[in-house]
């Protein structure tokens, strides 16, 4: 597993990234609207889009008609396109909250949350004091394992020679 830095930082990236899609949907999708004081020019494109969904829904219902269906089914599988759209705004916007509530976990968990900075450099010269000491314990380590080694090394050199 990552480190908590690694983690936040992939989850800020992914927190934007479903920021821009979550724009780049509402700005695709959304109906356009009036705003006041301004001259009034839509995009035949975007302004024909309610259109065009409310026309697919009636092809779909009278192509079930005429396969035998029953037309309230094919509404159904088709919702209203601004109900649809509503409910994929707060689908969007739930997965916005998710993120930013691990994001919050994540920060909660970084080490030194709640200590001040003076603490912190306590903190530190404390653990690099400890590691010296432990750096000398090493070295001891490795000067009593040089010994024990040429110990070995004389006592098979002296079973050899018997």
Known sequence: MADRLTQLQLCLDQLATQMYATLHYTSDRAAPTRLPNL???VDP??????E???QQ?????TQAITQGSDPS?????????????????????????????????????LPGIGTSEREQRERMRELERQLREIEVQ????????EELL?????????????
């Open 39 to 41: 001259p009034y020019q």
């Open 45 to 50: 494109a975007r302004s024909s889009f309610l």
């Open 138 to 145: 090493r070295k001891e380590a490795v000067a009593e394992k």
């Open 52 to 54: 065009t969904s409310q």
């Open 73 to 109: 089914q094919a509404q159904t599988q088709s919702q209203d396109p601004e109900a649809q759209f509503t409910a994929d705004l707060h689908e969007l916007s739930r997965d916005l909250i998710i993120k930013e509530q691990q994001i919050e976990v994540l920060v909660d968990t």
């Open 150 to 162: 040429e110990q070995v090394a004389a006592a098979i050199v002296g079973v050899r020679g018997v």
């Open 57 to 61: 829904v009636q092809t779909q219902s």
